[in-house]
């Protein structure tokens, strides 16, 4: 059911902080807010105020729908040139034989594997490795959309992008339009990390900075294609460096309106170089989800991935600004269960996340990747969808 706007009003009246109450008129009279603010939001904003009005703006976007789409994942590899210290899927080169590296025909496997499924997306991303280059994935991409020409190709982060490209002796367009013209329709937003310096110093120090990041992005929105951006949060950055992450995203979007969503990541400190840094709390995640609807004002959607949170956690989130739970994500190499995910086989089929959605009394709509609605399950029977082999 919608929050009414006068229940929001209500809400803001009873705030007790004037720059908070400020806040929630700003929001309330779709006006954006400052980082200062945002900043206020996160020191001073109780979770049940931020909460609120993250709801009311999410509800004014979306209404109840919730965005899902059926997709599968593949990671040519898990060898890595760079060492992040909150990592735990990547093996350094030095140590590829921990790792894999999968042959443009293995992963044409994965991809007829998916014959007759009515699948929307593919998402490739992996780990940096030297011999896996530029021609090396324009090759692959050709053969994908030889083979199935309706899929669409949502590939390869801005750090794997910016080494490739480096290799080659391309400039980041000459790059960006020869994987474009190869097949690459979409890009995903991972690589984004914390754009402070001060943070990306001690977390991931050799990977492309946050200039090279945002330029990436900002090549292939001026050729067309649309891209998500990540944060990962929740572990040694404070308050002012979410906020100036954000703000340089959100001044991106700006200028070129090609981010589709915004993606908070959390962080997990299993197996990796910052095991010794607590994780965040579900209140602080959930406030993190709430600030985020709030500031990032021309970013259409607010995405949870519920591998990392738990499918508990993620329905939590759909009260809290967030309007798409990513999809159905067939892990084939557990990616999401080696980076310390909260689901440690994490595929759902359609039928349990259209369960998971309406358990949260939200309405479940099928997507493509460009947030185009293939199918609303608002009103499909579980049982029937349970029983069909394409649903599963």
């Known amino acids: 059911m919608r929050t009414p706007e006068n229940a929001i009003q209500q809400i803001i009246s009873s705030e007790k902080n004037t720059g908070l109450r400020s806040i929630g008129e700003k929001i309330l009279n779709q006006q954006r807010i400052t980082p200062q603010e945002g900043l206020l939001l996160f020191e001073k904003a109780s979770l049940s105020y931020a909460g609120s009005l993250a709801n009311f703006v999410r509800e004014r976007l979306h209404g109840d ?44 496997d994965i991809i007829r594997s998916y014959d007759g499924k009515p699948v929307t997306e593919v998402h490739i991303v992996g780990g940096v490795h030297p011999k896996l280059n530029l021609a090396f994935f324009a090759d692959l991409m050709r053969k994908i959309k030889a083979h199935r020409p309706d899929l669409h190709i949502k590939g390869y982060t801005a750090v794997e992008l910016d080494y490739m490209f480096r290799k080659a002796k391309v400039s980041v367009e000459e790059g960006m339009k020869l994987l474009h013209e190869a097949g690459l329709d979409s890009m995903p937003g991972g690589g984004a990390e914390i754009f402070h310096p001060e943070i990306r110093q001690v977390i991931c120090a050799d990977k492309v900075d946050a200039e090279g990041w945002l330029a990436i992005h900002r090549a292939a929105h001026e050729l ?10 929740g572990h040694i950055e404070k308050y002012i460096h979410l906020v100036d992450h954000m703000e340089r995203l959100r001044q991106l979007q700006d200028q070129t309106h090609g981010f589709n969503t915004f993606i908070p990541l959390k962080f997990r400190n299993k197996d990796n170089d910052m095991s010794h840094v607590p994780e965040s709390s579900v209140v602080q995640d959930m ?45 084939s190499t ?20 259209v369960s998971l959605i309406r358990q949260a009394n939200r309405e479940p709509v099928e997507r493509d990747t460009l947030y185009r609605e293939i199918r609303n399950y608002r009103h499909v029977d579980l049982s029937e969808m349970e029983a069909n082999p394409l649903y599963n």
């Open 65 to 108: 729908k919730t965005y899902f789409n059926r997709n599968f994942h593949i990671e040519p590899t898990n060898v890595c040139v760079f060492s992040c210290a909150f990592c735990a899927y990547s093996r350094l080169y030095a140590n590829r034989e921990e790792g894999w590296e999968l042959s443009s025909e293995q992963m044409m």
């Open 224 to 233: 067309g294609m649309h891209s998500n951006a990540t944060m990962l949060y």
């Open 287 to 331: 406030k993190l989800y709430a600030v985020a609807r709030l500031y990032m004002d021309n970013f259409p959607h607010l995405k949870a991935y519920w591998p990392m949170l738990g499918r508990q956690n993620a329905q939590l989130t759909l009260a809290f600004g967030v309007n798409d739970l990513d999809g159905t994500i067939d892990d």
């Open 334 to 353: 557990k990616i999401y269960s080696m980076a310390g995910s909260e689901e440690q086989n994490p595929s759902l089929t359609t039928a349990q996340l």
